[in-house]
């Protein structure tokens, strides 16, 4: 079916990169120049002199000078100089204009709760009532760093209802932004393979976010890369490391980024704490645990239990972080341990895991008689009422010194008489409140930080400033970058599933699950 467009944008065609050829600058009909004369810039100004240098003599044109010079007195070089400077900064503006190619075109697949904030009828109760993806999108659209944004679901008829929550919660709040894109599938279409019609609508080196269940990250993700598509996707980028890894490959194959949205890499204090790590000695032992408010399962309960389950969409967050905080250390024994009993009370299918617990041992690469043990909890079942969205805290203790992050409360709460109680908010994720212009002000939050990054990536690969290598040793979360947590992420599956400890082998960068009888 064809897209329904809603928005009166030019459309992807006339988006494509301009030819990269550089207009030639022309010779200047003279050599003269006056740096290289001694006499300086036409433009520079007389001042108090050197330290102990008497002032120079200053010639006025005549004894009558009004403040400004006749056309007599204008020196013929100075004139010609300022021309010069003027030819050449214009055309070197031309010219860059013209290498630059047209701002990424990007496809939003998933309409749920992270890119609209819509969720069954209406907005989320969650922190994120009017999304992440799209928000972020048109402000970034706003600012010139994205062009063309299109967004593709299953169920085309829920877009009346998205268009009419994006308009009442984004556009009426922050100055008229604009909030049209093009939809797929039409508004009277259900088609679970609609994004291929969307994505088949891209050029080379636009690209695509993707915020689907876990199941379908890499159909959708293989099918964009293939086209030469750049693509973000959620955590975990794939449920097993055998899909990780063949992602890696084609999208080396294909010249594209992918990025794993790991955006608690930017949150400024698991940052900075990550720098940190690395002068406290050799890994001794990580621990962490993040949660969610049960009301979570009324929202994932189409996919929780049966496509993912705890540990993929929350483990993922500390076990990343904790693999960028010692690159000389890599797992090598994963253990998991599950409870149950809540989530299928409240209408999740049987054996839906409630709380997810990962054991990790890791070993030093220089040194395999030094290890180390990370253990990673998460849960979904949290009291509705805890006064906070999601728990997070995780402790650190190195041979010489330990780190203790508690993410949960941040010293900013708020009670009134609607909520009942107190709520600790947490605004360096998104923050939402106008700036002081009445635009979306939230451009620091390290949500919105991590698909900037995105963004800047595509759009400086597009104009050759940049290369695949290049990103990987910045240390985003590239897929290379995120295979390690991809493995532990897949072990700890097999490990509930086959009630087993799982061994993971590496052999220059390429990562699977070895045999249960054995340590490497």
Same mark, same amino acid.
């Given at each position: ?365 220089? !040194?395999?008689?030094?290890?180390? +043990?990370? &253990?990673? @909890?998460?849960?979904?079942? $949290?009291?509705?009422? *805890? =006064?906070?969205? %999601? ?80 990103? !990987?040793?910045?240390?985003?979360? +590239?897929? &290379?970058? @995120?295979?390690?947590?991809? $493995?532990?992420?897949? *072990? =700890?599956?097999? %490990? ?25």
């Amino acid at each position: 079916m064809p897209p329904v467009d809603s928005t009166t944008s030019t459309s992807a065609e006339s988006n494509t990169c301009p030819d990269n050829a550089q207009l030639p600058l022309s010779p200047s009909p003279r050599s003269y120049s006056p740096e290289s004369s001694g006499l300086g810039s036409p433009f520079a100004v007389v001042g108090t002199p050197p330290r102990g240098q008497a002032r120079a003599q200053i010639t006025t044109p005549s004894e009558s000078f009004s403040g400004t010079l006749s056309p007599e007195e204008i020196s013929p070089i100075d004139i010609e100089a300022k021309h010069k400077l003027r030819s050449e900064a214009l055309l070197k503006s031309q010219s860059q204009s013209a290498k630059m190619p047209a701002p990424v075109n990007v496809l939003m697949v998933g309409t749920g709760e992270y890119t609209t904030g819509f969720v069954g009828a209406g907005a989320s109760t969650s922190d994120k009532k009017v999304g992440v993806v799209g928000l972020t999108m048109f402000d970034l659209r706003r600012r010139g760093k994205v062009g063309e944004l299109s967004m593709v679901g299953v169920n085309g008829k829920k877009y009346p209802a998205i268009r009419e929550h994006l308009e009442k919660n984004i556009s009426q709040v922050y100055n008229g932004l604009d909030v049209s894109f093009k939809s797929f599938p039409a508004d009277d279409t259900v088609d679970p393979g609609s994004y291929k019609a969307a994505i088949d609508r891209l050029q080379p080196g636009d690209a695509i976010t993707i915020f689907t269940p876990d199941t379908t990250h890499f159909p959708i993700a293989l099918y964009a890369i293939q086209r030469k598509i750049h693509v973000l996707i959620t955590k975990p980028a794939t449920k097993t490391i055998e899909e990780h890894q063949h992602l890696i490959r084609e999208s080396r194959k294909h010249g594209v980024f992918v990025f794993v949205e790991h955006h608690k890499r930017f949150d400024p204090a698991y940052s900075d704490a990550r720098a940190k790590a690395q002068k406290l000695g050799d890994f001794n032992y990580f621990y962490s645990y993040m949660s969610q408010p049960k009301s979570q399962l009324e929202t994932f309960q189409a996919w929780a239990g049966k496509d993912s389950d705890i540990s993929y969409y929350l483990n993922s967050h500390h076990v990343d972080i904790n693999e960028s905080m010692v690159p000389g250390w890599k797992p090598f024994k994963v253990t998991a341990s599950g409870s149950r009993g809540c989530a299928t009370d409240l209408g999740c299918v049987p054996g839906t895991e409630d709380t997810i617990t990962l054991m990790v041992d890791w070993i030093k690469k220089s !040194d395999p008689s030094k290890v180390a +043990t990370g &253990v990673y @909890t998460s849960s979904w079942t $949290a009291p509705q009422k *805890a =006064g906070v969205h %999601s728990s997070q805290y995780f402790h650190y203790l190195g041979s010489k010194g330990e780190i203790r992050i508690n993410q949960a409360k941040r010293g900013y709460d708020i009670a009134d008489d609607e909520t009942g109680g107190v709520i600790w908010h947490n605004p360096f994720y998104m923050r939402y409140a106008p700036d002081e212009e009445g635009n979306f002000g939230g451009q620091s939050g390290y949500g919105y930080v991590s698909f900037e990054k995105f963004i800047d990536a595509c759009n400086k690969l597009n104009a050759g400033e940049i290369t695949l290598d290049e990103l !990987d040793k910045r240390g985003l979360p +590239t897929l &290379v970058n @995120t295979a390690a947590t991809g $493995a532990i992420l897949h *072990a =700890g599956r097999v %490990s509930l599933d086959e009630k087993r400890t799982v061994y993971l082998e590496e052999n220059e960068g390429v990562w699977r699950l070895g045999c249960a009888c054995r340590r490497p």
